[in-house]
């Protein structure tokens, strides 16, 4: 109940406004968005003449790409690896017990189990409507 008079009174006010006073408004508040972006920044750079000093900046810059690039190297072949071993014991493995074979009822082939143990209806009213249909 409160939340709609509420609503009602935002778009009384709304409604009110002229458009010089929208555009007024939206001047405003981008104003107060380009100021928060600007002490944003100037604190971001703040930091980082706090941690690379002007004066042995580069040497400093040098030495972190010194120590960061190998072990970048090594996080990128680490999770390069450990992506494809994932692939291939997935491969391997969907071979073994996952998909278990059996004779195929009515028919002189294999086809996987689970098909046929997902809905036995299904398969049997498909033999009826194809008898000759061989499975793979």
């Keep these: 109940m409160r939340s709609q008079s509420l609503m009602i009174n935002v778009r009384e006010h709304l409604n009110k406004m002229e458009t010089d006073d929208w555009m ?23 930091w980082y003449d706090k941690v ?13 790409l010194r120590v960061g690039v190998p072990l970048l190297i090594a996080a990128v072949v ?3 690896c450990i992506c494809c071993c994932r692939c291939l014991c997935r491969r391997c493995c969907r ?12 028919r002189n082939c294999r086809m996987p ?3 046929f143990e ?3 209806r299904s398969y049997f009213r498909n033999l009826r409507a194809n008898p000759s249909d061989e499975l793979v």
């Design 95 to 106: 071979g073994r017990g996952r998909s278990r074979m059996m004779k195929a009822p009515g």
């Design 52 to 64: 690379f000093p002007p004066g042995t900046r580069g040497d400093q810059l040098r030495h972190w």
């Design 24 to 46: 007024n408004y939206v001047l405003d508040k981008l104003k107060e968005f380009l100021l928060v972006l600007q002490n944003f920044g100037g604190s971001v750079l703040d």
């Design 118 to 120: 997902s809905n036995p």
């Design 78 to 80: 680490l999770i390069t």
């Design 113 to 115: 189990r689970h098909g």
